[in-house]
């Protein structure tokens, strides 16, 4: 289970896609953000779940549908105080980002690997 956290003195973000407006903290959607722009490169997409206050006092978690030919935007709020915070949230989609950018190795054959590894064959 992911332990939400206040961090005092600092601002917090809104997601905004067409389905509404979620405001949370600065790190959370700098992590969405980045995961977004990582599955946009891959043209792929997914859903994330993040918490964000409903009303002051209220948390609440929404799904988020990221990713290829999706419009998420980050608008930095002026709301000061407590930030919502997700350590193990922004973690995961950080990591998940770094893993999509980078390369794992695949790549088409050359004409001379595919001499190499299928010379003699009927392939």
Do not use: C, M, Q, W
């Given at each position: 289970m992911q332990t939400l956290q206040w961090n005092t003195g600092l601002s917090m973000k809104t997601l905004e896609n067409r389905a509404g407006?979620?405001?949370?903290?600065?790190?959370?959607?700098?992590?969405?953000m980045e995961y977004s722009g990582a599955l946009v490169q891959e043209q792929l997409t997914e859903v994330v779940e993040i918490p964000f206050v409903a009303k002051p006092g209220i948390i609440r978690r929404v799904q988020l549908l990221i990713g290829w030919?999706?419009?998420?935007?980050?608008?930095?709020?002026?709301?000061?105080?407590?930030?919502?915070?997700?350590?193990?949230?922004?973690h995961e989609l950080r990591h998940k980002a770094?893993?999509?950018?980078?390369?794992?190795?695949?790549?088409?054959?050359?004409?001379a690997d595919v001499d190499e590894f299928f010379g003699g064959s009927d392939y």
């Open positions: 407006a979620y405001l949370t903290g600065d790190e959370i959607a700098d992590a969405v030919r999706t419009e998420v935007n980050a608008i930095k709020d002026g709301v000061h105080g407590n930030e919502l915070e997700d350590a193990e949230l922004i770094e893993r999509l950018r980078t390369p794992s190795g695949d790549a088409p054959f050359s004409e």
